[in-house]
Nanobody, 125 residues
Framework: QLHIVESGGGLVQPGGSLRLSCAAS????????IGWFRQAPGKEREGVSC????????NYADSVKGRFTGSRDNAKNTVYLQMNSLKPEDTAVYYC??????????????????WGQGTQVTVSS
């Protein structure tokens, strides 16, 4: 059974950076695409980014393009989301999720079926 744990959230000032980690156990992530999602208070959950199983392909929401970068280290069974130039509107609980796929691509609207518990990111001065 695939188990996912996010970490790396915290409080940061506007313009600052954080790196979120998504560590998996129980199953190798080699054949899983990973999506990053976030949910702010009172808002719907939204897709932020995704990365294909090999790491060669990524997609980003328009609101984070040029600021967020996804990467993965399959040897460590871990996926990362580097978040730079953070804005107050990036404040949310961030989740990573996995979906098994034979395609080396990712789409944020796929039915991701393994989810972590989330990590809080707060951008405030």
């Amino acid at each position: 059974q695939l188990h996912i744990v996010e970490s790396g959230g915290g409080l940061v000032q506007p313009g600052g950076s954080l790196r979120l980690s998504c560590a998996a156990s129980g199953v190798s992530l080699d054949y899983y695409a990973i999506g990053w999602f976030r949910q702010a208070p009172g808002k719907e959950r939204e897709g932020v980014s995704c990365i294909s199983s090999s790491g060669r392909n990524t997609n980003y929401a328009d609101s984070v393009k040029g600021r967020f970068t996804g990467s993965r280290d399959n040897a460590k069974n871990t996926v990362y989301l580097q978040m730079n130039s953070l804005k107050p509107e990036d404040t949310a609980v961030y989740y990573c999720a996995a979906v098994l796929t034979v395609q080396d691509m990712c789409v944020m609207t796929w039915g991701y079926n393994y989810w972590g518990q989330g990590t809080q990111v707060t951008v405030s001065s």
